[in-house]
């Protein structure tokens, strides 16, 4: 090879390598002006947001109901990892226990945690959502009516077609059968609770009317002073613990389990509709899905709790604890009838999500039914005497 070649080769070479430098300086460049339009489009959606906070007024200042509502509200809290955030209001922080769905309505507040029975006075067929009548059901098979059975569309038309209000709720929480409540005297039959002033809410209360006591309707609160005072003769509110936590035990000794006036009820858990709609989608789903979350859970907590408190009354406070005579509990399913059938024949809305719901029951609870073994035969055989 000539000088002249030699040079002309090396030209060539360092040539190619100055191009291979250039390309590769481009090429990182490229990558890189690609990279920061990835970021540029990603960032948002990683970046945090301002926390969205909702106002949510509870119908309960203290007790297991307030907890249960706390249960939710923390669930939401932390599921949305700071990016929606619910603050919890005690009742009266705002609005007293009556005004909380008008309240969430009108966007006082934002949200709600109460009981549809609360607003029964506004359409009879709110109480068929908690404080219904029992179809051989218990609370948890109503909100699977809710969930899968088409009670869901009915609580929905119920809120925004027939009453026109501007809210979206879900149902939570399947509560235990309530007790019959707390008598100042032992009641063996019908004839013991004629006459005797009673404090209920909902549908209950036009059975226990038609059944011959004077039922009055009051918030929780004023039901133990309201004892005290005679102004009642016997009452319920819900559950062992609730209702020591009330200090029924102070002004009765008389505590009887089981009935058919509120056998199945769970708590209502209501939106300002517009608010709820200005949430992301991700958002409500968090809402949805943490109601789902802490019914679980409370149904878990509740048989834990009322049985403990359950035994704390009776050791510690005296009282006498019973099983409501069968002869009561086949009165109460007597006057469900007449109650039905009476707010049935004048509203076919009404008699609609009734019949709705008698047939899921059926169709339900025949297999539930049938398919249950005798717990009490196992029970009475691992712990004879405990329920003599």
């Known amino acids: 090879m000539t000088k002249a070649e030699t040079k002309s080769a090396s030209e060539g070479r360092a040539s190619k390598a100055v191009s291979r430098r250039k390309f590769m300086r481009a090429g990182a460049a490229v990558a890189g002006a690609a990279g920061a339009a990835v970021a540029g489009v990603a960032m948002p959606n990683v970046s945090r947001a301002a926390t969205t906070v909702l106002k949510m007024q509870g119908a309960w200042g203290s007790g ?41 309505h009108k966007g006082v507040v934002d949200a709600g945690h109460l009981v ?82 009673y404090r209920t809410v909902g549908l209950a209360a036009d059975v226990l009317n038609e059944m011959g006591m004077s039922v009055v309707q009051i918030p929780g609160g004023e039901i133990q002073p309201s004892m005290e005072r005679g102004v009642i003769d016997a009452a319920e509110f819900n559950n062992p613990t609730s209702d020591k936590d009330f200090g029924m035990q102070d002004v009765a000794k008389e505590y009887y389990l089981a009935s058919f006036h509120q056998s199945q009820e769970s708590f209502e858990i209501i939106f300002n509709k517009e608010r709820f709609e200005s949430l992301s989608k991700e958002e409500q789903k968090i809402l949805e899905y943490a109601s789902e979350s802490a019914s679980s859970d409370m149904s878990w907590k509740s048989i834990d709790r009322y049985a ?28 469900w009838d007449v109650v039905i059938k009476r707010f049935a024949d004048a509203d076919p809305f009404f ?20 398919n249950a073994p005798d717990y009490k035969l196992a029970f009475d055989h691992y712990f004879p005497g405990v329920l003599a």
């Not at 509502?69 to 005690?90: F, H, P, Q, T, W």
Request: some cysteine; overall charge positive.
């Open 116 to 197: 549809t029975a609360y607003w029964y006075s506004k359409h009879p067929a709110a109480s068929l959502f908690g404080t219904g009548p029992c179809w051989g059901w218990d609370a948890n098979q109503m909100l699977a009516w809710v969930k899968y059975g088409g009670g869901r569309a009915y609580y929905d038309k119920l809120l925004q077609e027939v009453l026109r209000l501007n809210l979206v709720g879900f149902l939570s929480g399947p509560m235990q059968a309530q007790p019959f409540g707390w008598f100042k005297k032992p009641i063996n039959g019908i004839e013991d609770i004629k006459g005797l002033k």
């Open 351 to 370: 008699k609609e999500i009734v019949e709705s719901q008698k047939a899921w029951a059926k169709r339900t609870m025949g297999y539930t039914l049938t």
């Open 64 to 104: 297991i109901f307030k907890e249960f509502a706390l249960d939710y509200v923390n669930r939401v809290n932390e599921m949305s990892a700071g990016r929606l955030k619910i603050d919890y209001l005690d009742v009266g922080a705002v609005l007293k226990t009556p005004e909380i769905q008008t309240g969430v």
């Open 308 to 335: 403990k408190d359950l035994v704390l009354l009776e050791t510690k406070y005296g009282v006498h604890v019973h099983r409501t005579d069968e002869s009561i509990m086949a009165g109460q399913l007597a006057a």
